[in-house]
């Protein structure tokens, strides 16, 4: 079983900053990738980013040059670094770790607003 713990997260003004660390725990050893998704109010879950354990970053269209995704393969932590953010980034984050199957953390909040 593999836990995964979020922590970051609360609320911004529109163009700030947010920093989110996530890491997992446990039976790590399946674990190649790492990333995050987000749920806005009213929305179903849609990806945001993945940090593979080769290196490679990747992000949806609306977060890029906006958002950098960093991962520690040792320590089995990813941290998501959000820059200019805007109202629609308000949702509640997810970090998942995959394996033979995606285990997910709690979630936190975003919020962004004036």
């Known amino acids: 079983q593999v836990q995964v713990v979020e922590s970051g997260g609360g609320l911004v003004q529109p163009g700030g900053s947010l920093k989110l660390s996530c890491a997992a725990s446990?039976?790590?050893?399946?674990?190649?990738?790492m990333g995050w998704h987000r749920q806005a109010p009213g929305k179903e879950r849609e990806w945001v980013t993945t940090f593979t354990h080769s290196g490679n970053r990747h992000y949806t269209d609306s977060v890029k040059g906006r958002f950098t995704v960093s991962g520690d393969n040792a320590n089995h932590t990813v941290t998501l670094q959000m820059n200019s953010l805007q109202p629609e980034d308000t949702a509640v984050y997810y970090c998942?770790?995959?394996?033979?199957?995606?285990?997910w953390g709690q979630g936190t909040q975003v919020t962004v607003a004036s």
């Open positions: 998942y770790a995959q394996g033979p199957r995606a285990y």
């Open positions: 446990g039976d790590v050893d399946s674990i190649y990738a």
